[in-house]
């Protein structure tokens, strides 16, 4: 029997590792290769580029020296050759890749103007009347290398997220056979099999509760802030978190069906629609490759027609690529990148993404997740009614009979007795009164803190308009009951998940940019409309499951351009799906992992702060590339020679130096950013 049980399970888990592997590999090692091959030929062309620039006719005229000897020419060639074919390597194969997609951009226009310029040059070698242009060859290398190493420098910190899903899940689990325990991996688990869980520990599989009763954290997967009780006949989630009982459970679903697996395949569904569109240097790039080259060719055919010979014509169209090449443009939006991306880091603000942040600036609806996100994550008291005594004397018997219980309700009006100074008070023969509270004698009176469902046992109704005003507000009501031969209610505390005191200043702040707040939640409706009265919220959704959040992102997304903040594994499909996924820090991994810009501190004032620096930043791209851009139709026409008859003729030389100006402007103006 054992056999095909393991088998089984060794399949399983090898498609699921595969799986896993497979997705990882591709992005990270491919961000990871890219950014070191842009680096490591960035450093050897640079060091290439300083004997090509000594040996330079141009140079060494602008520099006042002379350094001649028999065949320097062709030394020159051959290190020029060197920087074209390896340095341009990236380049000439990124403009293979445009072509074949129909998508000139960037890649194109820097491969037009090396191979221009280096097929130029080489003929010059080889006795075609002109000027070599080697050195504008390499230092366009060298400046295209640099942007483009900072710009993959700036992008990695790409998808893990299908990893840290799978770390969710326990490795281990505690099987029961023939009456004995025997520890396992989760991979070898079958449905029926039946296996024991701890308090605290994390459930292993999709199952059902056989024997004993507990309250379970499944926030982190579902969104409901409140621990769900759980008895014989409940069904649990693999990944969730058990809390005071131990319990049995016979495992229903495992591998590919369990719960958590379904959230990854919605994942990496969502990961691999989103449009990889084009960021807006290459859109510059790409018209610049249609002006570079029809110009190159205008220019070519008007001074053979104006009977020029074809070694001037050829120079002019040659220079005319060369300047239309921009080093400017390719520094441009890197430089803005970069300094944006540490700006952003130094406050907390990780980027991971930078297609997202840059259309972070469109975004017209933010949608909040609610529970740790726009609240703590955890409750605190906010109202306690009495009945006949004071209010602080049932928070101090509550929290001290509270005080021996991990629930997270028990631990709310513990902490709010601290917040208050109340001292607790000594608690003889306490008890757990499984899924329904604790009792404990307390000067000398028995006295118990229960759940509805508890007086609803024992038939005591308890008729009272405030009361039922809190529980319409979806808050969580316990009642404090004194035991003296009967049992009266003397206290009701009311609890929720409280609400951040900066998500309203957040919410104030994205409605004065003109943006619409909305939150999206498992949470039951009535403590969303309570929590979105009190912050002013445009829209809600509540009780949504996981796997519809993406759903109504999309319903979202057909009005506005959408912004998504949460923190737990049941937003990662909806992080995935909106145009910019948020996840705020304290968050799981996996929130982290699928959001592409994280917020290192649990402040949903942040976000306010990334939409600013997003449409900030993406003002100075503007302003760079208008100037990288401004300079090339300046300089263009000159270098065609329109203004030939005037005897004003821009040299290779003159357009380089004019090239270098823009890109020290350039880099200036991306510095600004501050």
Known sequence: MQEPHAHHAQNDKMEMQHEKEHVEKHVHTHHQHMMLEFKKRFYICALVTIPILILSPLIQSILRFSFRFEGDIYVLFALSSFVYFYGGYPFIRGFLDEIRKRMPGMMTLISVAITAAYLYSSAVVFGLEGKVFFWELATLIDIMLLGHWLEMRSILGASRALEELVKIMPSEAHLLKDGKIVDVRVEELRPGDRVLVKPGEKIPVDGVVIEGETSVNEAMLTGESKPSTKKPGDEVIGGSINGEGSIVVEVRKTGKDTY????????????????????????????????????????????????????????????????????????????????????????????????????????????????????????????????????????????????????????????????????????????????????????????????????????????????????????????????????????????????????????????????????????????????????????????????????????????????????????????AQADVGIAIGAGTDIAIETADIILVRNDPRDVVAILTLSRSTYGKMVQNLLWATGYNAFAIPLAAGVAYSLGILLSPAAGAALMTLSTIIVSINAKLLK
């Open 260 to 575: 958590l697996n379904q959230v990854i395949e919605l994942v990496k569904e969502a990961q691999e629609s989103k449009s990889r569109t084009q960021d807006l240097a290459n859109k510059a790039a790409f018209f610049l490759t249609l002006i570079s080259l029809s110009v190159g060719a205008i220019t070519f055919a008007a001074w053979i027609f104006l009977g020029m010979d074809v070694a001037f014509a050829v120079e002019r169209a040659v220079t005319v690529m060369v300047i239309a090449c921009p080093h400017a443009l390719g520094l441009a939006v890197p430089l803005v990148v970069a300094v944006s991306t540490s700006i952003a880091a130094k406050n907390g603000l990780l980027i991971r993404d930078r297609q997202a942040f840059e259309r972070a600036k469109d975004v017209k609806a933010v949608v909040f997740d609610k529970t740790g996100t726009l609240t703590e994550g955890r409750f605190g008291v906010t109202d306690v009614l009495t009945f006949g005594g004071r209010e602080e004397e049932v928070i101090q018997i509550a929290a001290s009979l509270e005080s021996k219980s991990e629930h997270p309700i028990a631990q709310g009006v513990v902490r709010e007795a601290e917040k208050r100074n109340i001292g607790l008070l000594e608690v003889l023969n306490f008890k757990a009164i499984p899924g329904k509270g604790v009792e404990g004698v307390v000067n000398g009176r028995l006295y118990r803190v229960v759940s509805p469902g508890y007086l609803r046992e024992k038939g005591m109704a308890l008729k009272d308009e405030r009361v039922e005003k809190l529980a319409q507000q979806g808050k969580t009501v316990v009642f404090l009951l004194e035991d003296s031969g009967e049992q009266k209610v003397v206290g009701v505390i009311a609890l929720a998940d409280m609400i951040r005191e900066e998500s309203r200043e957040a919410i104030a702040k994205l409605k004065a940019m003109g943006i619409k707040c909305m939150m999206l939640t498992g949470d039951n409706r009535f403590v969303a409309e309570w929590v979105a009265k009190e912050l002013g919220l445009d829209e809600v959704f509540a009780e949504v499951l996981p796997h519809e959040k993406s759903e109504v992102i999309k319903g979202v997304q057909e009005r506005y351009a959408v912004a998504m903040v949460g923190d737990g594994v049941n937003d990662a499909p909806a992080l």
